[in-house]
């Protein structure tokens, strides 16, 4: 069988220009980055304002396990799939991190036949967003620590600087740091640490900003720390947001790629799914609404952390209203969450799959609070036996949907037409009635607490009093009318990643609250949520390399 | 009078494939990076070998001081100029680093009307370079930390670990930090810091490999650490040179921008010129080379720490031998070397310059030992006088050169023809026997009393017995044929910055040694050397932003 990278490299890639040709887009609109990847001129993306949009699919899934699930591949399937039909559809996707391509995992560029392309440059610098986003959140932390050092006139406490630093790679040895050692030439010393990129906030803001404008004036309302009056300091007030702009004006260009089957793909912006809200950017989407008769995006995680904040935090904000949602689910996950080892996917076991059902039946009946029509897709794996798959059909058709059989993976969007015709026709319906879960005057305690009920199934949200009072005090800060942004375990809908299934009677305990007043959303911590991941035992990069033809070994 | 940032603005810029095509090189061969940047493919860089080489001209400088010399602006003027000659002639320079803009200067690109564009681009992001560059040190920085914190087998010695990180901003507060901070997860606690990311040995190497196969070979033999037993320890150890390769395979190719009168621009590659040579890249100065008739260089600092290098270093290891020299030297830096304050610049000084003349005559000495022709240009500023001026051609003229009045700054290329003139009819007299200094089979210790005499004008070389044991030590372990990079202040001949003009009877004592065994040199370290900048009191990053047209305003 070829590798994700064997096929890549098979690719048949279409000149970028010709793929925006597709789409209506003269070449003078585009910025190149080499022939396969271009931004699209931001004053080409203003010009888009008035257009009608398409319609819009988000691809969520049921919750993740350790056998994959195939969310991104389902993404990019479907919109293969769309316009083999005839539909002309793209797909609007995360852009990944680079410090995880060198740990554990290969690329998040999809994989197969579902792949999108070129998949070594979108893996590794793409058209550097990320770097830029890296530059920006340290050019605001050397400002902070600037102005500290030379005169730190409104009283920073240099105990509740709150902004760290990023750096986008796996690099354990640096999430809690002393910096300024050395003496008074190196500023004072304080507590700090560094998260890997894609969890600074500026990655966030850039996610949510509509133009360089608003991500001006988002980065200046950046909360930084407290003065030793315990007043909260911004980063306008250390002059940063201007610079920082700077630093972000080309990289919020959106960025235009294809899929193996030279559909367009939108690839940019990839915020953390569980203390950030895990979706595209909405530039990338509106300008492809405005370019293509469907939009196929994804959203991080199950549906529970993924589908929630796009809903809830990317619509609310941009306006975007989704026409149709599709859950992805496999055979192979849904064993695992009725008790299944890993090493024993392979055999037929219907008992351990109608107890894991239970996990999908409960994400279908979430997504169904926000009245946008859906359907379930199922990846489909070589070991799924037919009553496997007969049995999730029923048990999805029981609950008035579809399920359906998808071969992408291997056969590219011909795989995937049955879904594609099913979608076509939910957007088409006219059906979606898109409602958030909660409305911006609830207040910031009982939007948790509804997310916590309504999507985990728990029984209540609780807190130590300091964290009640946290609450309280954002309140009284005036920034109630903020949507909550729920980090927790992929893993299981309630706190406990061992929970598999669709687990009741649990409560989810807040441990910790934090404002992203720049992003515009508290951050509601409920678990251990790692901000800096490490490096496996043998790290991927071991075995990574440049051959005698300059092309990268072992990245996949 | 119009700032640099607007005369780049109105600058008449052309596609790059234009200035491609008049180099010959046909678009296919060019990777686009946005319409007026681009990078040559490596391909086709390789193809070129066979080809005749141009004539290589280094431009240096008198000791600089605050008053400014413009060497870089020199380098694009004449090369502005010799095209208005009619001479097929392409400049070659370091790439900017993105930290100092945010400081206090500008950027790095010339300025006035000799200046390579687009501008705000070259110094900000540009093709990623330094970025990747960024990247590929951090992941090695990375990978030995999660070696030792996984099984440490090598049994490397924790305070021995000798390989710091680095980020492209002027971050004082990261100079030394402590890092695995809180607890066994975290790593195991260390010292540690950031330098900037152009006093990275990764950059040093970057700038002399000859290919990518060279650069992961060189990758490989970086020096890490020391075990328990003070064993060296190499990157290729920690299996990280594969994967730093990766990151950099994109940025190894030259990158091509232009001059305000549309000539070719290669800014390759930009490493300090205290700790490493201080000169843009081998692979973008041997392309240059075969794809023009004349090629212009310059080297950082003075004459004595970069041309030094320049000679030393970069033409000896990559066989590059250069035609003709410029010294750029101005009246105002002269009168400051003569003793004048900045604040007095403005008014006519003779004696004061007669004095400081000293500086330049060292210079000159010092060149002539590299059996390169060689020709003195006058930077004019507005307040140079006419019996100023003469006094300074009279000077150089007693030393059998001639000295020839530029206004590129004000002019662009019109301003520098006679120094064109000149320079071509130097280059093209085959007078040039480029010879380096000393030869390889020299001991260290000896390469560095040489330098020290020959170019700083010093009576000897001394350092404490720890230091010259380690001298002794790096000859046992076979690092004898290396060249020396010496580190001083760039403001005097002698390693106090305050010392002007031409010291002599003057010691230049060795603080510190290490090895660039990647880069294959002998870091020799006389006196105070910053890695990492800090921000002044008002950083310039206060005044940048983006406007309303998404231009970006305060960069310069």
């Known amino acids: 069988m070829q590798s994700d ?28 980055y080499g022939h396969s990847k271009a931004k699209l001129g931001m004053d080409y ?24 699930e195939g969310k991104t591949t389902v993404a990019i399937g479907l919109t293969d799939a769309m ?8 797909v609007c996707l995360r852009e990944p991190s680079l410090g995880p391509c060198f740990g554990l995992k ?33 050019l605001l932390a050397a ?42 030439a190196n500023g004072f010393p304080m507590e700090g640490g560094f998260d890997i990129t894609v969890a600074s906030e500026v990655m966030a803001i850039f996610c949510l900003a509509r133009n360089l404008q608003d991500l001006q004036q988002r980065l200046g309302r950046i909360l930084i720390g407290y003065t030793r009056d315990k007043e909260p300091v911004t980063a306008a007030q250390v002059q940063a947001p201007g610079a920082m702009t700077a630093l972000l004006r080309d990289a919020l260009a959106p960025n235009l790629v294809q899929t193996l089957e030279n559909n367009p793909a939108f690839v940019h912006g990839g915020p953390f799914a569980n203390i950030a809200h895990g979706c595209n950017s909405v530039i ?35 306006g975007l209203a989704p026409d149709a949602v599709v859950i992805v689910a496999t055979v192979r996950a849904l064993k695992m969450h009725g008790g299944v080892a890993r090493s ?23 997504v169904g609070q926000y009245g946008v029509p859906m359907t379930v897709a199922i990846n489909q794996f070589a070991s799924d036996t037919a009553a496997e798959i007969k049995l999730v059909q029923d048990y999805v058709g029981e609950r008035g949907l579809e399920a359906h059989l998808c071969n992408h993976h291997a056969q590219g ?17 006219g059906q979606s009635q898109f409602r958030t879960l909660y409305d911006d005057d609830m207040p910031l305690w009982g939007k948790a607490r509804t997310v916590a009920r309504q999507m985990y199934g728990a029984d209540d949200l609780e807190a130590d009093q300091k964290i009640r009072d946290q609450f309280e005090l954002f309140e009284q800060q005036g920034y109630g009318h903020f949507p909550v942004c729920m980090a927790k375990t992929q893993y299981s809908f309630s706190t406990d990643p061992a929970l598999m299934g669709a687990p009741s009677n649990h409560r989810v305990k807040v441990r910790e609250v934090s404002l992203a007043t720049g992003a515009e959303f508290l951050v509601v911590v409920c678990g251990d949520i790692m901000r800096m991941p490490g490096l496996p035992r043998v790290p991927a990069a071991n075995n990574i390399s440049v051959n005698a033809r300059g092309q990268i070994e072992g990245l996949f």
Chains 1, 2 share one sequence.
């Open 5 to 32: 990278i064997e096929i890549a490299r098979d690719a048949n890639i279409k000149p970028i220009v010709e793929v925006a040709a597709e789409l209506g887009i003269e070449g003078e609109h585009l910025v190149p």
């Open 45 to 68: 993306v203003a010009s888009l304002a008035d257009r009608t949009k398409g319609k819009l699919v988000l691809v969520t899934a049921m919750s993740p396990t350790p056998a994959g």
């Open 83 to 90: 316009n083999q039909r005839g539909k002309r559809a793209s």
């Open 106 to 138: 290969g690329g998040a560029a999809g994989g197969g036949f579902a792949q999108v392309v070129p998949m070594e440059d979108i893996n590794l610098h793409f058209t550097g967003d990320m770097h830029a986003i890296g530059a920006a959140h340290n």
């Open 143 to 184: 400002m902070i620590d600037n102005y500290i050092h030379w005169s730190n006139e409104v009283r920073l406490d240099l105990r509740r600087v709150t902004w760290r630093r990023v750096v986008d790679m796996n690099d354990r040895q640096l999430r809690q740091i002393i910096t300024g050692a050395g003496g008074p």
């Open 284 to 318: 990338a989407t509106e300008t492809a609404l405005r370019l293509s008769d469907y939009v196929v995006t994804e959203a991080g995680f199950g549906a529970d952390l993924g589908a929630e904040k796009f809903f809830n935090i990317k619509c609310r904000k941009s």
């Open 344 to 366: 024993a996917l392979e055999a037929e076991n219907l008992d351990a799959l109608q107890t894991g059902l239970e996990n999908l039946g409960r994400h279908i009946r979430n």
């Open 413 to 429: 969007g011909a795989g995937a037409t049955d879904l594609a015709d099913a979608v076509a026709q939910l957007a088409d319906s």
